[in-house]
């Protein structure tokens, strides 16, 4: 009987299937043979077999030209096709000739995953050089796994918005520029750990793009020469940038965005002990961390994690090269093993002078031991004194070096409306997280006349 619902409705019907489940319905009759293929959702997956008789690469690559064979002929059009393939090794030119067909759908939504490192630093193509534009595309994502990409200026996806490409490798930079300039209305851009081993630099021109994710691991490029590797983006519109790198790659900000709303930086050193210790390595690391500091001028919130901005012994002063931060309203310092000294965190803050909300951690190891009297030698930031809002402490310990910079907060904080201080999870280091307590309240009560909240770790 449901055989005689119309196809409209038992399509429906079938939308709210996995696609696999979706699948299995084509075996109920003649009727439902292909009614899966109408579907405008499509989700497959490989799962491991232990069976190495049983390949199941080759039925999914049976059920993609079935949906291709169907796509074609009907001038169907997908919304999101997912294709991914955990821990199942497929020959390369299969591949190459998949993703060319998925590409040739019209498809607006494809994401296509490869989890099998087995082609790594391999010439493999998976984007051919003859590959033709696709005008239907909006989202791309590909997790390539190691697959070398290689770009001709042929390729074009006129309509693509959002590109997400993980674990790929560029041959060479001409890939790269070939690449995105094939995407004129690109909005969105993730580089997610990618290859860049044959590569000097990155050039990222596009105007119409508005979120930027780039993230680096040591593995991603020649250690040796990686001082001599440079990002260049030339995105003025850009609204959002998040960097996870090493700080000695160069980030270069031509025509630096006038209204950027968010920015993540977070920097972290892989290189051996005694390169970190080397005054000129320092000052390079400083150098970098500035720069790209600089393009982000505009920026309305801001966070900085890890060693974007770590004290150095052999850096007197690098805030001098900052400019101005003159949108900054909010700036939180997320980081495990930052080491600002008191002196450094003032001047940082006397470049932020609209600053309304302020998150930072202490702890044992966040703020040096020594410069016990930078809070009187450095001018209070004008920030405290006249547009601070809202104040975060984290990891407090309750150390009296502590102490005396919540003393010093709200003393000079004369617009602060909340105060909030969460206690650090370490019992073994901490000196209030289980007892004491309200002596902790009790030196600050008077102070200020802003609300403080003291949180414990649950």
Not at 14 to 42: D, H, M, P, Q
Not at 61 to 72: A, E, I, Q
Not at 110 to 125: A, P
Not at 196 to 213: D, F
Request: proline share 4%.
């Amino acid at each position: 009987m449901i055989s005689d619902v119309p196809d409209n409705i038992l399509i429906h019907i079938l939308s709210f299937l996995s696609t696999e489940n979706a699948i299995k319905t084509s075996i109920l009759s003649t009727k439902w043979r292909y009614l899966w293929t109408n579907l405008s959702v499509f989700d497959f997956q490989i799962f491991y077999y232990h069976d190495a008789n049983r390949n199941p690469s080759y039925s999914l690559l049976d059920v993609v030209t079935t949906l291709l064979h169907k796509s074609n002929d009907h001038l169907m059009e997908i919304k999101r096709l997912t294709i991914r393939i955990p821990r199942v090794t497929l020959d390369a030119h299969k591949i190459t000739s998949l993703v060319t067909s998925l590409l040739g759908l019209k498809v607006q939504d494809l994401q296509f995953t490869i989890d099998d490192l087995k082609y790594l630093n391999t010439s493999c193509c998976v984007l051919p050089r003859g590959f033709s534009a696709s005008y239907s595309l909006s989202k791309l994502t590909l997790n390539l796994g190691g697959y070398t990409l290689y770009i001709s200026n042929s390729i074009q996806f006129p309509s693509l918005k959002t590109l997400n490409l993980s674990y790929a490798i560029f041959a060479n930079d001409e890939s790269v520029e070939e690449f995105f300039s094939g995407c004129p209305l690109l909005e969105e851009l993730t580089l997610n750990y990618c290859y860049w081993w044959c590569i000097k630099q990155i050039t990222i021109a596009i105007s119409t793009l508005r979120i930027l994710t780039i993230r680096f691991n040591p593995d991603c490029l020649n250690c040796v020469d990686c001082d001599k590797f440079s990002v260049k983006i030339d995105a003025v519109n850009l609204l959002s940038l998040t960097c996870t790198s090493d700080p000695t790659i160069q980030f270069v900000i031509v025509n630096p965005p006038t209204s950027m709303l968010d920015a993540y930086i977070a920097f972290s050193i892989h290189f051996p002990f005694h390169y970190r210790t080397n005054s000129k390595y320092e000052e390079y690391v400083s150098h970098c961390a500035a720069v790209l500091l600089s393009g982000l001028a505009s920026v309305k919130s801001l966070t900085l994690s890890n060693d974007t901005f770590t004290e150095s012994p052999y850096v007197n002063d690098r805030f001098h090269l900052l400019p101005e931060f003159h949108n900054l309203t909010h700036l939180c310092l997320d980081s495990d093993i930052c080491s600002f000294s008191r002196t450094s965190f003032t001047k940082f803050l006397l470049k932020c002078p609209k600053l309304e909300v302020l998150v930072f951690p202490l702890g044992s190891g966040r703020l040096r031991h020594d410069d016990n009297h930078g809070w009187k030698s450095i001018p209070v930031p004008c920030c405290i004194k006249s547009s601070l809002k809202k104040l975060h402490i984290t990891n407090f310990d309750g150390y009296e070096r502590e102490i005396q910079i919540v003393v010093f907060f709200l003393e000079n904080a004369t617009v602060l409306k909340e105060f909030q201080i969460s206690l650090a999870c370490t019992p073994f280091y901490s000196q209030y997280n289980s007892k004491n307590l309200e002596d902790l309240k009790n030196r600050f009560v008077g102070m200020g006349s802003c609300d403080m909240i003291i949180r414990t770790c649950d």
